[in-house]
């Protein structure tokens, strides 16, 4: 398969605790992208990376928030202290180029008891 | 007021209809379109990508993109249960890194 990969799928968790999520784009794309999505709602920015630069972030991405891609291969999405709030669909998308389209793994769902 | 408004429906209709989902936005510097599909917890997966004004056809898929109206349409044709998801609108401009994604709208298509 070469597309998109996210793992884990899906998360469970306290409040409080840590979670880290990985996704791995499709090779050829350069672009990276997270998106977090809430039940009835379109997805929502989080952050963007062009090889390893992390070029923007969203307001939405609280200081419990970290993403990083080293080399410019797969990311990874870190929440610490996680809070109810923060139970979504975390998605991850790559793209091809300046102005193409995205391309969506199937997201991690965190659920934050 | 969103970037991005889309009637989350529900949109239920019969099996062979002719369905007709729709996106308004109010940025006028956005170029890129696109039309997403997403199952019930699974992510969303591309049916068409335009580029400014016009209409695009793909199989049972069409695209139309109206800039002076700031609205976007996609019509499907011949409709099939397997159609059955919600379909998110996403847009983006020509410079910047963002996109934009409307609410979705959730589709029922009965056998």
């Known amino acids: 398969d070469t597309g998109v990969s996210q793992d884990p799928r899906h998360k469970i968790t306290k409040r409080g605790q840590n979670v880290t999520f990985r996704c791995d784009p499709i090779s050829e794309h350069n672009r990276l992208y997270w998106y977090r999505q809430t039940l009835g709602q379109g997805p929502e920015f989080l952050t963007y990376f062009q090889n390893e630069a992390q070029l923007e972030k969203s307001r939405l991405l609280s200081d419990r928030f970290s993403a990083e891609r080293p080399k410019g291969s797969f990311s990874t999405l870190e929440i610490q202290r996680t809070e109810q709030g923060d139970s979504a669909m975390y998605l991850c998308a790559s793209s091809p180029r300046v102005h193409g389209e995205l391309f969506f793994g199937e997201g991690s769902r965190l659920t934050v008891l | 007021q969103k970037e991005v408004e889309q009637d989350p429906g529900p949109l239920s209709v019969p099996e062979g209809a002719i369905v007709s989902l729709n996106c308004t936005y109010s940025?006028?510097?956005?170029?890129?379109f696109m039309w997403y599909r997403q199952y019930s917890r699974k992510g969303p997966e591309l049916l068409m990508y335009?580029?400014?004004?016009g209409n695009k056809e793909d199989g049972r898929f069409t695209a139309q993109v109206d800039k002076s109206s700031k609205y976007i349409s996609l019509f499907i044709r011949d409709s099939q249960p397997s159609d059955s998801a919600t379909y998110l609108c996403a847009m983006r401009e020509n410079t910047g890194n963002q996109f934009y994604f409307g609410t979705g709208t959730s589709l029922t298509v009965i056998p």
């Open positions: 335009t580029y400014s004004s």
């Open positions: 940025n006028s510097a956005f170029q890129y």
